[in-house]
Structures are given as structure tokens and as C-alpha cells.
Nanobody, 125 residues
Framework: QVQLVESGGGLVQAGGSLRLSCAAS????????MGWFRQAPGKEREFVAY?????????YYDDSVKGRFTISRDNAKNTVWLQMNSLKPEDTAAYYC?????????????????WGQGTQVTVSS
């Protein structure tokens, strides 16, 4: 049984930082590209960041978070992180990690076959 469990969300003031974690089990984590998406109330789930497997040699970001967020992974721990700095109120959303199916676009929700339950990030102004 595949499980992705996010943690690390919370309430933070604008300009602050949070580090989200996603712990994976039940899949061959090292072979999977991993992504972070977010969903604000009333909006569709949108791409945030992606890191390739197995070495994580490449990463990609949405323009809205480029330079502020950093995605990383540790295959020995079956974990992917999202370091979020200089947070803005518009970053407020539920954040989800996903495991990407092979041979598909990293910035589309349909390319992911497993998702976590999400962790809420709220940035106050």
C-alpha cells in the first residue's frame, strides 16, 4: 500500500519560512520523480515544484515560487522536502506531494498516480 504523508504546514507571517516534508512508503521511491502542488479554496490544484529521480539532479519550479522555494530529496529516508522562504499571503493553500508516473509531464496533476493528504500553509499579512 502506497502512502505519502505530508507534514510541516502551519501559520506564518509574511516573509517567514516553513519546511514541508513528504514521507513515502510502499513504492520504489528512488525511481520516482516527486512533485509539490498546492490548492487554494475555490481554485484548482496547481504545480509548485518538481525534482527528478533517482539523484534529484534536476528540479523545476513555477515562476511564482522561483527563487523562494527549494525542493530536495533523500532516497535513504524516502523523503522529499519543500523549503519555503519569503512567504507571501498568496502562498496560502493546502500543499500536496505527489509521485509522478513515468514518461509524463511534471507540471500536470494527471501525471501523478499517488498523492498525500495535504498540509495547510497559511501566511498572514
Amino acid at each position: 500500500q502506497v502512502q505519502l504523508v505530508e507534514s510541516g504546514g502551519g501559520l506564518v507571517q509574511a516573509g517567514g519560512s516553513l519546511r514541508l516534508s513528504c514521507a513515502a512508503s510502499g513504492l520504489t521511491f528512488s525511481t520516482r520523480g516527486m512533485g509539490w502542488f498546492r490548492q487554494a479554496p475555490g481554485k484548482e490544484r496547481e504545480f509548485v515544484a518538481y525534482i527528478t529521480g533517482p539523484t534529484g539532479s534536476s528540479s523545476y519550479y513555477d515562476d511564482s515560487v522561483k527563487g523562494r522555494f527549494t525542493i530536495s530529496r533523500d532516497n535513504a529516508k524516502n523523503t522529499v522536502w519543500l523549503q519555503m522562504n519569503s512567504l507571501k499571503p498568496e502562498d496560502t493553500a493546502a500543499y500536496y506531494c505527489g509521485a509522478k508516473a513515468r514518461g509524463s509531464s511534471y507540471d500536470r496533476t494527471g501525471s501523478y498516480d499517488y498523492w498525500g493528504q495535504g498540509t495547510q500553509v497559511t501566511v498572514s499579512s
